[in-house]
């Protein structure tokens, strides 16, 4: 789901496309995800964690901080399509610039997108849970 997509915080699940660029047929890899789409959700994010199991959507969004965090978290800035525009780790006590292309930021601990496969470039699916 990305544009004109009207996002609520909850779960769901996140599904990368194929080396084809077809969506995945499910034998891949499956991150669950939760999804912060309000005002306190974003700005809570991850702060007060000590890690996460899959990842953090947030949106609207395009910079993020890990100031106060407890541990370092790749970062992933996704465009309308939820398309990665671009990728990065970042350590605890760090601002990021904004990117001007970004409409989403995607956070996992870091390592956890390049064993997942997610670069720049890959495009994602989000499946709202129940």
Do not use: K, Q
């Not at 499910?26 to 899959?54: K, N």
């Not at 780790?89 to 990117?99: D, E, F, G, K, Y």
Request: aromatic share 4%; net charge positive.
């Amino acid at each position: 789901m990305g544009r004109g997509r009207r996002w609520r915080c909850g779960t769901g699940t996140l599904r990368l496309t194929n080396g084809d660029g077809g969506w995945d047929d499910g034998s891949g890899v499956v991150i669950p995800v939760e999804i912060a789409a309000s005002y306190g959700t974003r700005r809570r994010g991850l702060l007060g964690r000590d890690g996460i199991t899959g990842a953090l959507l947030l949106t609207p969004c395009n910079a993020v901080h890990t100031l106060g965090m407890r541990f370092a978290v790749d970062v992933a800035y996704l465009d309308r399509e939820l398309r990665v525009v671009a990728l990065h780790t970042l350590r605890p006590h760090r601002l990021a610039l904004p990117r001007l292309r970004a409409r989403h930021v995607l956070e996992a601990e870091a390592g956890a997108m390049a064993a997942w496969g997610i670069r720049p470039g890959v495009r994602l699916r989000v499946e709202p849970g129940p």
